[in-house]
């Protein structure tokens, strides 16, 4: 079955950095778009970046854009998330995302999360 397992989070100082980690298992990763998103306290969760299966392309959102990178390594099955420069405002649950082809529609997996905290 399809599991996503993120590593990775932890307490930060603002300015500091974090790598955050997403193993994933149970479908061909390398022809599947993957993503991070966060869900702060009492927010909606929100699309932090996206990497395409071939190509590799990225997008990011627009409060993290030069300050975090997104990457995969399709012979690993994993996907990376690279904070730099964090803020008090990226503290958040950050979860690993694939949306996987179930028949004829795409179905969304989550991994269960890993906690990022910002703060001096």
């Known amino acids: 079955q399809v599991q996503l397992v993120e590593s990775g989070g932890g307490l930060v100082q603002p300015g500091g950095s974090l790598r955050l980690s997403c193993a994933a298992s149970?479908?061909?990763?390398?022809?599947?778009?993957m993503s991070w998103h966060r869900q702060a306290p009492g927010k909606e969760r929100e699309l932090v970046a996206a990497?395409?299966?071939?190509?590799?392309?990225?997008n990011y959102a627009d409060s993290v854009k030069g300050r975090f990178t997104i990457s995969r390594d399709n012979a690993k099955n994993t996907v990376s998330l690279q904070m730099n420069s964090l803020k008090p405002e990226d503290t958040a649950v950050y979860y690993c995302?694939?949306?996987?082809?179930?028949?004829?529609?795409?179905?969304?997996?989550w991994g269960q999360g890993t906690q990022v905290t910002v703060s001096s």
């Open positions: 149970g479908f061909t990763f390398s022809n599947y778009g």
């Open positions: 990497i395409t299966p071939f190509s590799g392309s990225t």
């Open positions: 995302n694939a949306k996987i082809l179930s028949g004829h529609s795409l179905r969304d997996y």
